[in-house]
């Protein structure tokens, strides 16, 4: 990125809303991830069995993740803001611009290639790692094009609840893996998050 001027990486980031807008609107048959047992009817009980399976590997790793227990109870106490997704889409799970191919000679900058879609899965597109990773990054300049090219999310009561329980669904899995691979910033991290979603949670119900 540093490499290239700031139009063009204007025309990137451009790139990049398009091709995750594609990506999305794949649709698919069940929420969840593509193997058996771990398929769904319904979003809420996607999201669920992902809480209740950090809470269960952090129990085996003795790993105490902070506030992520009460904040399932919350989740499973009102799944219907969950389950307002009705349509499985497809989410690439790690996409980032470290996962991005692009080309560039004498022509524009383009992209050319889209790696690691080993943690695929089905769902809501606002669930998927690059919207979580948008909504806490530094902002810079080229996301504004990257949301005119992907068109903005919605902005509604149910949206809120979702996007802040995603919140601390990754935060959940950031605290186990900090705490596994002694990350220190990460760890204060993920509890920060968690204690805002506990916090918050309550507000939007």
């Known amino acids: 990125m540093n490499e290239l001027s ?3 990486n204007d025309i990137l980031w451009e790139q990049f809303g398009n091709l995750l807008k594609l990506i999305h ?3 698919g048959e069940t929420f969840g991830l593509p193997r058996p047992g771990f398929q ?3 979003w809420s009980q996607t999201v669920i069995d992902h809480l209740e399976h950090t809470l269960q590997f952090a129990k085996d790793n003795q790993i105490e993740v902070p506030d992520l227990a009460p904040i399932l109870e919350m989740v499973r106490a009102n799944p219907q803001w969950l389950d307002e997704i009705q349509i499985p889409r497809l989410l690439h799970g790690d996409l980032w611009l470290f996962n991005i191919l692009i080309t560039h000679a004498e ?3 383009a992209i050319v290639g889209i790696l690691d879609a080993d943690r695929s899965w ?5 669930a998927d790692w690059a919207m979580f990773i948008l909504a ?4 810079e300049e080229g996301h504004s094009r990257f949301w005119q090219a992907y068109g903005q999310p919605e902005d509604t009561a149910g949206s809120k609840f979702r996007t802040t329980v995603y919140d601390a669904m990754y935060a959940g899995r950031a605290f186990v893996w900090a705490v596994q691979h002694q990350d220190a910033e990460t760890v204060e991290r993920a509890k920060g998050t968690l204690r805002e979603v506990l916090e918050i949670l309550p507000t939007l119900l």
């Open 107 to 109: 022509n524009d900058p």
């Open 122 to 126: 089905w769902g809501d597109p606002m």
């Open 136 to 139: 806490h990054a530094e902002k």
């Open 6 to 8: 700031s139009s063009e």
């Open 40 to 42: 769904f009817a319904r």
């Open 25 to 27: 609107n794949v649709h």
